[in-house]
């Protein structure tokens, strides 16, 4: 079995790490360079830094913030909203940026996927997919764009199956019913894509308990475990987490 990896997220709003519950009722979650550096010596194997508001906000994900962030840590960050061209990428990584990940942009244009993993490698480039629940899509998960704001009639795994033929070399999907809820990865959704695609999946959305994570790995067939709130607000520290998933067996990154 491959190693499992931690990976904290930051969403950025204002300058400031925030977070919520399905997407909104935002909170304060501190500073960036001092969560990042944080997390970083409490063992964290990658981060992400999302500018949730970017898309909504018709601009670019702010090079200050990654830099900032990039400039203070070694570990892989995975930096993504508002991206919409290879130059947003090649500026990103020239900022620091290790992955990028595209959402919205990806919906819009497929090709880009394709063209970003030609240019810069598949393994940098990691395509996030927003879902909601409706039964009416064969999957009985619809695709969400805009930070979870507008439905697009299409089936979210069929569309993870395709941006992995796309060329996409990482898929996080995260459940908006699950996002900042605590109450557990959306396993369903998680196991849905990982059965029909061969890339590392990321679970993302809603862990709340040490259990979660060991969840998201044998029943969601996740190798990357993303959580936000529980180590915003020290619910749970990164070695707590990784002794839990040891004691069961779990093959994780030291």
Known sequence: MEKIKIMPCLDMKDGRVVKG???????????????AVFYEREGADELAMLDIAATLENRKTRLEWVKNVADAISIPLTVGGGIVSLEDMELLFKTGASKISMNSAAVKNPELVKEAAKHFGSQRITVAID????????????????????????DAVEWARRVEELGAGVI???????????????????K???????VPVV???GAGKLSHFYEAVVEG????????????FRTFRIGEVKAYLRSRGINVQL
Request: proline fraction near 6%; charged fraction near 15%.
């Open 172 to 190: 996080l999907p995260t459940s908006m019913d699950g996002d900042g809820s605590l109450s557990g990865y959306d396993l369903a959704f998680i």
């Open 221 to 232: 067939g996740a190798s990357i475990l993303l959580a936000a709130s529980v180590f915003h």
């Open 203 to 205: 679970a993302s959305g």
């Open 131 to 154: 879902a909601r629940r409706n039964p009416h899509m064969p999957s009985g998960f619809e695709l969400v764009v805009n930070g979870g704001t507008k439905p697009v009639g299409k």
């Open 192 to 198: 849905a894509i990982t059965s029909v695609v061969s």
């Open 21 to 35: 519950v399905h997407f909104v009722n935002l909170r304060d979650a501190g500073d960036p360079v001092e969560n």
